[in-house]
């Protein structure tokens, strides 16, 4: 019988195959088979994480004028443009903050020319441009749409990791999102 016809006998008699089938098995199975128990896999308890990260809180910012969107994505791109995602909006974290209080004014554009509070202000730019300019944007989109950073909250304040400035020991550190320190105002 060649192969050919014994494929096509156990075609023809499928009783006969599954039996085959079966000593086969059994066979295989005395000859040092493993037997194998399915178990679901317990995950690891997850760790708190309270440190910063984006969520949305579905308030929809709505600019009445162009200039505020400007205002705010030219921020981004000088104080935060080589920043991670995570770090611009963080930087419009805290302009929104100081918006709210109305201590540096009530807009976007007046917190951001408040006197001596951007250092990027205080003297001439170069018009932004390049991929961080298109990111800045992106960001600031987010941001009117709704994405915040948890634990920045209440923060108001923040300065490049490499300096130092006089006002930061009176005030609670909340976060470090890149080269950024942030800070809530009181203790």
Not at 89 to 96: E, G, K, N, P, Y
Not at 116 to 123: I, N, P, R
């Amino acid at each position: 019988m060649t192969v050919k016809s014994a494929f096509a006998s156990m075609i023809v008699d499928p009783l006969i195959f599954i039996i085959i089938l079966v000593i086969l098995g059994f066979a295989f199975h005395k000859r040092g088979s493993v037997e194998v128990s399915l178990e679901p896999i317990q995950s690891p308890p997850k760790e708190e994480y309270y440190g910063p990260r984006l969520y949305n809180n579905h308030t929809k910012i709505v600019l009445n004028d162009k200039t505020e969107f400007q205002c705010l994505a030219e921020n981004v791109f000088y104080e935060a443009g080589n920043q991670s995602y995570l770090g611009k909006l963080s930087v419009l974290q805290i302009v929104l903050n100081r918006a709210e209080s109305g201590k540096w004014g009530h807009s976007f554009c007046k917190v951001i020319h408040a006197d001596s509070q951007f250092s990027w202000t205080l003297k001439a730019q170069k018009k932004p441009s390049g991929p961080a300019w298109f990111a800045s944007k992106d960001a600031v989109n987010a941001f009117l749409n709704g994405v915040r950073v948890k634990t920045l909250e209440k923060s108001d304040h923040y300065h490049a990791s490499y300096s130092d400035p006089y006002w930061n020991d009176k005030m609670k550190k909340t976060a470090k999102i890149g080269e950024h320190v942030f800070y809530k105002s009181g203790r």
